[in-house]
């Protein structure tokens, strides 16, 4: 069952993953906290390119990575082998679309 809140659907998932749709940008991470990777699962309506941003909570860029994606569903993971144990933002941008979602290392 989705929850609706204006344009955004949080998607309820399991226990250990979180998503969101906007517009037809569906994000996904499983598991979420995670210790060693996480999957980042997303689905496109058109060809973009994606660009995948991690934030620690000092604000820091802690992962750049970007890619071109053609429509349809797609998944990348994100190593937590640089990554102290704690909770980071996970910022995706495709088109003129940008999400931001929490995401937990732990040990």
Same mark, same amino acid.
């Given at each position: 069952m989705a929850k609706s809140s204006s344009e955004k659907t949080? !998607? &309820?998932t399991p226990d250990s993953a979180e998503a969101i749709v906007i517009d037809g940008f569906q994000l996904t991470t499983y598991p979420n906290p995670f210790s060693e990777y996480t999957n980042v699962s997303f689905? !496109? &309506?058109n060809a973009s390119l994606v660009r995948f941003e991690v934030y620690n909570?000092?604000?820091q860029k802690v992962i750049s990575k970007a890619k071109e994606y053609p429509f349809g569903q797609h998944e990348m993971k994100i190593s937590a082998d640089h990554l102290k144990a704690g909770i980071y933002v996970l910022r995706?941008?495709?088109n003129d679309q940008v999400e931001m979602m929490k995401v937990i290392v732990q040990y």
């Open positions: 949080y !998607l &309820e689905s !496109l &309506e909570f000092s604000r995706v941008r495709a």
